[in-house]
């Protein structure tokens, strides 16, 4: 066996983080076994270990460097991969996934590209929005904003590329694709996706707690402008 199990690539990051890489046929399974990391690492609560930043298929690991150094992380996970001979898996190891059903209103303005995304893929408007609907998408990456988090994958039919030129300002919660990934705007930012509608929901609490997680699932579904305004309001 690898010394590090399925890592298969460190690298450092600073004086006081590493990177993880992690060995997979796809993304998903590499995906898998950053979840199957990030829970065994994170269920021992190092006292030196201050942050992991999962994403699609790596794993940052932030430590105290006061406490520990690199050579010490190393040696944790050559342990732990010793420890654990089911590390090479397909799945998650068990680890449970948070399903969220998201409400959208397609088409709402100033949230909507349908015409532009019609004109790049040959799909009609409806056909896009029954194309996003269609699939339950995984949580890979939580990053560039606050709650923002970045989800695949996007059926082929319904994906294109970024705007050549960003907008200056996307408005809050709009949910837009960009090549494979689908995303909901958290907050009002630049941005250059496709936008297909708004959701109501806030993404990020009071705390700064993101509702959207790495590893939990997500399924759209439309509402009507009604709905919206009624989710949005209430």
Known sequence: ???FGDIKQIVPAGLDA???YFAGDTVDVANARCQHWLHSITSLTFPWLK???PAYDSLLLVFDAHKVDSHFVYQMLRSLAAQDANMSINGTGGISAKTHEIPVWYGAEPA????????KTGLSEQDIIDAHISMTYKVYAVGFAPGFAYMGNVPETLQCARLET???????GAVAIADAQTAIY??????GWHLLGLCPLNLVDTS?????KVGDNVKFAPISEQ???DLHEG
């Open 1 to 3: 066996m690898h010394p």
């Open 18 to 20: 590493i990177l993880l």
């Open 51 to 53: 942050e992991c930043v």
């Open 112 to 119: 909507n590209d349908l015409a532009l995304v019609s004109q």
């Open 166 to 172: 960003p907008r200056n300002k996307v408005p809050k």
């Open 186 to 191: 958290p907050s009002s930012s630049p941005g």
């Open 208 to 212: 700064h707690n993101a509702l959207l």
């Open 227 to 229: 709905e919206f305004r």
